[in-house]
């Protein structure tokens, strides 16, 4: 059942069918927007909410009139603007739903009775026929004709047994295995064996069931000791809607990125995505992962009886880290901090049910902080102070005395600006299995044999020392070094602070280092994206995506074969698979 707040005294009991022989009936309060209503239709057929939707309330496929849509979409009015009771739903009324535009699939609802009686949860009191498969194999396309307007042998007069029951989400299996494949192109492709311990899977679900991110924001933050003594401080994202998650930020490098991306109130996402240094659960939907996770997800939910009901539904884990892309947890210990974290945040849903959160500890003003710490089988809840910023530990390159009494016996003279950015442009590391954004040091200014930029493609925090290695190796072939560096950044003057005072050069930190600026634009001007190919195809799978099957039988034939060889690549969506298949 899905929770609801319930304002006024009516409901309604709506049938809703696709195809032949297959039917939901649903209780609805009628407090419900028809964005909801669209909400429950989906969740009744196992079928996510990721496309765009209209309802026709005249009862006509795509009538201009009296029609509602998604608000996400760009047509008004929108489904989210008006609820059931203001659009006084009579006993025996039809009105039509699609969803997807490309695959169109097409539902006929009708409202089979009007209770002047409150419903807080919305439910399926009857059910008949299999749902079709939304994303189903090619062989397997559902082929009933949706234009059919079926009357199901409910009979309206007669009461309805109320006694639809919740999924059963309970026993999950010890461990699960799944393939990641981040499908970026063939270079970046590696598959990662990965087992996830029963108990992580079972406090996943309890977290999607508690819904704590309808309780508090994304900065109402809470912590948990965890068992090796560290603080974890969670953060539960999901009220605004864009995404759902929990992020365990542990220990002072973990308190540093929840002051970069809550309280630094960064414009920069690129900024705030190499900020994030946590272990997360998502949830996701089935369209965002890959097919390995969906295809042994699915199997266990089958198997379980767990449904995945709407968006975002699918656990998803994910470690994230400074210059890293973000990659599936792998390591026992991280699973086990979110273990302990997932657990402390159904202590807090259980308690926001008597106390509001304010009471339990929450400050606006990051005064406070709830800290709950395991006790007997449960927690024990406490206030702290929230926690005092560390600096971040960026690091310092290693240098060979023998080289650096080199640079000192070289002529000074000018100043130079050299700052060290970290490229938006992912790679595979050279150094080790993983996606990084590679670090580039670019120097300007005086002396000009001294201007140029410098790549790794490794990790940063590991190709430090070999960056200001290579800037040396530049200085001995100029035979000067700079007599001042100017540089901007916590990240650069961490990089130079340490060379500069052991070498003579003088030092200086600004906020802005307009010369190095230059020649990073520069520099990214002449420097095609190595990734630039597989964003332009990623661009037009996506618009292609949108399109209907008609529309897809006008395109170009100079775009046919292209397609055929995309068909196989792994980059394409099951349901653009499907719609090419009849077409190609």
Partial sequence: MRARICAQKVSYIISVSIGTGCY?????????????????????????????YSFFMDDKWWSDDNAYH??????????????????????????????????????????????DEETSD?????????????????????????????????????????????????????????????EMQAALKAALDIEIPDEVLEAAFQF??????????????????????????CSVMGSGGACIALGLYIGDVGM????????????????????????????????????????IVTAYAKAHGISFRGKNSYPNFLKYQSYLMPAPVKSKADYGYLLEALRAAHDVSGRLRSVS????????????????????????????????????PYPKPLIDEERLEAVRALPKKGTLESHVYILSDPLPAEAKQSIIFPPLLV?????????????????????????LE??????????????????????????????????GIAFAVAESTPKADKELEDYLQETPSENADLFSISGLLAMLDQMSAEDLRDMPDELRDPLRELMDSGMMSDSLKRKLKNIL
Avoid at 35 to 50: N, P, R, T, V
Avoid at 162 to 172: K, M
Avoid at 208 to 233: C, M, P, T
Avoid at 367 to 388: C, H, N, R, V, Y
Wanted: hydrophobic share 35%; glycine share 6%.
């Fill in 24 to 52: 939901r009936h649903l209780r609805v309060s009628g407090n419900e927007t028809l964005h909801d209503l669209a909400d429950d239709i989906l969740w009744a057929f196992d079928f996510e909410h990721d496309h765009l």
């Fill in 470 to 503: 290579l800037l040396i190796e530049t200085m001995l072939d100029a035979n000067c070094c700079p007599k001042k560096i100017v540089t901007a950044g916590e990240r650069s003057a961490a990089f130079f602070s340490d060379f500069c005072k052991q070498c």
């Fill in 208 to 233: 999607r069931s508690d819904k704590l991110w309808k309780q508090i924001d994304d900065n109402d933050f809470f912590a948990v000791r965890l068992s090796d003594g560290e603080i974890g401080y």
């Fill in 357 to 392: 959160k304010e009471e339990l500890g929450m400050d606006k003003q990051f005064a406070t902080i709830p800290l709950l710490t395991p006790k007997d089988g449960g927690f024990e809840l406490s206030q702290i102070p929230f926690p005092e910023i560390v600096p971040y």
């Fill in 122 to 182: 919305t439910e399926i009191v009857r059910c008949k026929g299999n749902a079709p498969e939304q994303y189903p194999n090619y062989d397997e396309v559902f082929a009933d004709s949706f234009d059919v307007d079926f009357e199901d042998p409910f009979d309206a007069d007669v009461e309805v047994p109320f006694n639809a029951e919740d999924d059963d989400e309970g026993s999950l299996v010890s461990q699960i295995s799944m393939s990641v494949n981040p």
């Fill in 70 to 115: 998604s608000p996400h979409g760009e047509e008004p009015p929108y489904a989210d603007e008006i609820k059931l009771s203001h659009l006084r739903l009579e006993k025996g009324q039809k009105f039509k739903f699609i969803f997807d535009y490309g695959d169109e699939w097409r539902f006929q609802c009708k409202v089979l009775q009007v209770l």
């Fill in 443 to 467: 120097t300007a200014g005086t002396p000009a044999k001294l201007k140029g930029t410098i790549r790794s493609n490794n990790c940063y925090p590991d190709s430090c020392s070999a960056l």
């Fill in 256 to 295: 540093w990125s929840i002051d970069q991306i809550f309280r630094g109130a960064s414009d920069d996402t690129f900024a705030v995505m190499l900020a994030q240094n946590c272990v997360q659960l998502g949830l996701d939907n089935q369209s965002e992962l890959p097919d390995e996770i969906i295809e």
